[in-house]
């Protein structure tokens, strides 16, 4: 009876390792999506460990995942595709997102009801398996959940999409599915705070978009930083997004930091005025002004615009004439990587992998993370890495078990 007892113990503290060890793996993602019409098979995997796989949308008369008929091929191919160059690279179907108000309606509509939320859950493991996907993320994008309701049933639905992944690979013996969802800078919106605790408990992580903060469409008449990891002169920042989640009480392993792999253009009205923030009539070069990264690269070699790289608000812009970009070169994404390894966040992810100019944003924050030292051990307790702890508490384990063997021993003696 004693020995089953001490037997028991011992298995599941054993068992408790491995699964808090293996959620320490860093996060070095990317965004795809069918409308850049970027080939899958040209992305490079190699740079990544995940990739996620952007848009399934929600049938509202069904509340099923639903993946539209254009994007079927392609989604059911993706995760073949991307392990060509990299077998160990993960996949995760992307549902959501874009900036239709009716996704976010439906996603509302869905998570207020069990019935409906059973029916989205069971679909969408359903199209992650039979597509070959190892997840599932939620982008619940524009409008965010602005609500406390809505925010409340988005958690009690986390919780149950977490309890339905875990029975199905317990019944079909495949890893389980990861989970995450993309989320708002900040871990408030509109003073509704994000349901950290089901959060904490039932994802992997979370993907924080820290960008778009300024941009042609909401600040019309002044040059802004699109995604600054400081804003010296207000509120908004990718540094206070992170530090709101992390005072909210997210556990910093849980997240993953947005990359805006593009900027934005604004027409100055006064071509010697170029700083951030200087007077502007609106957008350049494109509707809204967003520009990718590999066409702002093309921009600057076209036309000789001067580069500036601003270390206090980190962020990068170039102006020729009466065009001004604001957007994040090699040096930003350096220092936010080196920002997010420093802080013990998971890793980071980029939007989108079509923006990339051949690779270099990808290499740089990849290399980055390599070449960055974990953060100092007598910086305090607050500091200390997640796989840190995990090691410790590994080694505790490890004394526990010694302890009940031996007390076990002795016993029997
Ligand atoms: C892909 O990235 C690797 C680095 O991981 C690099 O060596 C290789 O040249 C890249 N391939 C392409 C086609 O850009
Ligand atoms: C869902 O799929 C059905 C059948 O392919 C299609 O008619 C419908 O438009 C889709 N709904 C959405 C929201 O994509
Ligand atoms: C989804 O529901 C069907 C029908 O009830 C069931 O057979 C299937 O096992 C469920 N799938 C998952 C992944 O829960
Ligand atoms: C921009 O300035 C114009 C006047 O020049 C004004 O009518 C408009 O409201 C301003 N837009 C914003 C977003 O402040
Ligand atoms: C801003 O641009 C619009 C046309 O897009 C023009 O009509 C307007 O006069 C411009 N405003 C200023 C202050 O130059
Ligand atoms: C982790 O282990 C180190 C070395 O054994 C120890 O100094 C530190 O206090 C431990 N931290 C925690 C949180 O257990």
Excluded at 2 to 9: F, G, P, S, V
Excluded at 310 to 330: N, P, Q, R
């Amino acid at each position: 009876m004693a020995i089953r007892k001490h037997l028991c113990l011992i298995v599941s503290l054993f068992l408790l390792i491995p699964r808090s060890l293996a959620t320490e793996t860093v996060v070095k993602a990317g965004y795809w999506f069918p409308a850049s019409e970027f080939p899958v098979s040209d992305i490079n995997s190699t740079l990544f460990t995940h990739l996620f796989c952007a848009f399934a949308g929600i049938d509202p008369q069904t509340n099923q995942v639903n993946i539209s008929s254009t994007d079927r091929v392609t989604f059911s191919t993706f995760t073949q595709t991307v392990q060509q160059k990299n077998p160990d690279v993960k996949t995760l179907l992307s549902i959501g997102g874009g900036s239709s108000t009716l996704t976010s309606e439906y996603l509302a509509s869905m998570v207020s009801q069990p019935a409906s939320r059973k029916i989205f859950i069971n679909s969408s493991i359903t199209r992650a398996r039979e597509n070959g996907f190892h997840g599932l993320d939620l982008d619940w994008d524009w409008k965010y959940p602005e609500t406390t309701e809505k925010m409340a049933n988005m958690g009690t639905f986390f919780d149950e999409w977490r309890d339905s992944v875990a029975t199905e690979s317990r019944d079909s013996g495949k890893p389980e599915l990861i989970l995450t969802a993309a989320v708002y800078y900040s871990a408030r919106f509109n003073s509704n705070t994000y349901p950290i605790n089901s959060i904490e408990r039932s994802l992997d992580w979370v993907n924080v978009m820290a960008y778009d903060f300024s941009a042609p469409g909401w600040s019309h008449n002044y040059t802004g930083p699109p995604a600054a990891l400081y804003n010296p002169t207000g509120p908004v920042s990718t540094s206070s997004g992170i530090n709101a989640w992390i005072g909210n009480g997210l556990s910093s392993n849980k997240i993953v930091l947005g990359l805006p792999f593009y900027g934005y253009a604004w027409k100055l009205l006064d071509p010697k005025n170029h700083i951030v923030g200087a007077p502007a009539n609106g957008s350049a070069l494109s509707e809204d002004g967003s520009q990718t990264y590999k066409q702002i690269k093309e921009f600057i070699g076209k036309t000789g615009a001067t580069l500036v790289h601003d270390a206090k608000m980190v962020m990068d812009y170039c102006y020729i004439g009466s065009t001004w970009i604001g957007f994040d070169d090699l040096k930003t994404i350096a220092a936010k990587v080196t920002y997010v390894k420093q802080k013990g966040l998971r890793g980071y992810y980029g939007w989108s992998v079509s923006a990339d100019d051949n690779w270099a944003l990808a290499l740089k924050a990849s290399e980055t993370w390599d070449s960055t030292p974990l953060p100092s051990k007598n910086a305090g307790p607050t500091s200390m890495q997640p796989l840190e702890k995990n090691i410790n508490l590994s080694i505790s384990l490890y004394f526990i078990i010694i302890q009940v063997v031996f007390a076990f021993w002795g016993n029997h003696l």
